[in-house]
């Protein structure tokens, strides 16, 4: 072999070799795009959340006035509202107490006999002082978007106070206010354990669901008949009002 057959042959394994590396490098290039658009289109529902929310969280002591107090159910246990549920009736519970709301809808899962959010809470509400006459019970609020759209058009619900913990109530506000509900938000704090951050989690998911919901506002699961509960319970509230 000669020396020029021994260079060409050199140089066009480096070719090869530098061709190779070329590929590599697009196709390194191209999956880091790839993965920088689905993360961008995986929180952009989050980002939309957390935008629309605006200055409208805070706490019971800085929620403005309103007729209503929405409470989103949280599981039960052993029958009775689970830790994080109970902690959303006790702020329900203050907001009533120092008048910022007069009645509270109480909003959960009643899809089973043996499974009643809605009646755990009442239980618990009017057991802490709230009375019966002004706690209206939704059981059909299967999920946030059911909860929203159903206390607007099945309770007439049109200003409200929402109570969840801090996680999913931006997520609330933005649902129900794209169910045509003036809300603000009391974000109910809890300490960051395993529970908190697999609520966060979810919340990702969450928040592209509710970006659905919120675009193509779907009838509930269940529907029905307009109920009076509130309209009966603010009016309740006016009659004893001085």
């Not at 609020?141 to 619900?157: K, M, N, P, Y």
């Not at 969840?164 to 649902?175: G, I, Y």
């Not at 969450?206 to 509930?220: E, H, I």
Request: charged content about 25%.
């Amino acid at each position: 072999m000669g020396v020029g057959t021994g260079i060409s042959g050199l140089l066009r394994r480096r070719a090869g070799l530098l061709g190779t590396r070329l590929r590599q490098r697009r196709t390194q290039r191209r999956v880091f795009q790839v993965g920088t658009v689905l993360c961008t289109l995986a929180l952009a529902p989050s980002a939309w959340v957390w935008i629309s929310a605006g200055d409208r969280v805070g706490t019971v002591e800085s929620a403005p006035s309103a007729p209503v107090a929405v409470v989103f159910g949280a599981g039960l246990d052993q029958g009775k509202p689970s830790p994080y549920l109970e902690h959303r009736l006790v702020a329900a519970v203050d907001l009533y107490r120092e008048g910022k709301v007069r009645a509270i809808l109480v909003t959960g899962d009643n899809g089973r006999v043996e499974y009643d959010e809605p009646d755990a809470m009442f239980t618990y509400l009017t057991g802490h002082g709230v009375p019966a006459e002004r706690v209206v019970r939704d059981y059909a609020g299967f999920d946030t978007w059911d909860s929203c759209t159903r206390a607007h058009r099945i309770f007439g619900v049109d200003r409200a106070v929402l109570v969840s913990q801090d996680f999913h109530v931006r997520r609330a506000l933005a649902l129900c206010e794209a169910a045509g509900i003036r809300s603000y938000a009391v974000g109910v704090p809890e300490l960051h354990d395993e529970t908190w951050l697999y609520g966060g989690l979810r919340e990702v998911a969450g928040a592209g669901k509710a970006a659905v919901n919120a675009w193509l506002r779907p009838d509930p699961v269940f529907l029905g008949p307009k109920e009076d509960g509130i309209r009966e319970a603010l009016a309740s509230a006016a009659a004893k009002q001085p």
